[in-house]
Nanobody
Framework: QVQLKESGGGSVQPGGSLKLSCVVS????????MGWFREVPGKKREGVAT????????FYDESVKGRFTISHDNAKNTLYLQMNSLKTDDTAMYYC?????????????????WGQGTQVTVSS
């Protein structure tokens, strides 16, 4: 069974940086879709960034373009999210997800496997 474990969350000041990691195990293919999603109380879970591990195709939500970078290290089976210029609105629980995709999706319902989440808090 596919398992994902996030790490790297924490508390930072506005303008700061964090790098999230998600280690994948139990996968049966070297190519699949992965993504970072975030959720805050009272709001629906939303896509932040997604990536197809078989190439360089990526998706970024408009709110994070130019600030966040998603990447995947095939040798380490690890997904990353480099977050720079963090804003208070970025505060959320961040989840990584995986799907054996045919197209790179950006919606939570398109992903079958999920990690436990890691909290990111941006405040002064």
């Amino acid at each position: 069974q596919v398992q994902l474990k996030e790490s790297g969350g924490g508390s930072v000041q506005p303008g700061g940086s964090l790098k999230l990691s998600c280690v994948v195990s139990g996968h049966t293919s070297s190519s699949y879709c992965m993504g970072w999603f975030r959720e805050v109380p009272g709001k629906k879970r939303e896509g932040v960034a997604t990536i197809w591990t078989g190439g360089d195709k990526t998706f970024y939500d408009e709110s994070v373009k130019g600030r966040f970078t998603i990447s995947h290290d095939n040798a380490k089976n690890t997904l990353y999210l480099q977050m720079n210029s963090l804003k208070t609105d970025d505060t959320a629980m961040y989840y990584c997800a995986l799907d054996y995709c045919t197209w790179l999706g950006s919606e939570p319902y398109e992903y079958d496997y999920w990690g436990q989440g890691t909290q990111v808090t941006v405040s002064s």
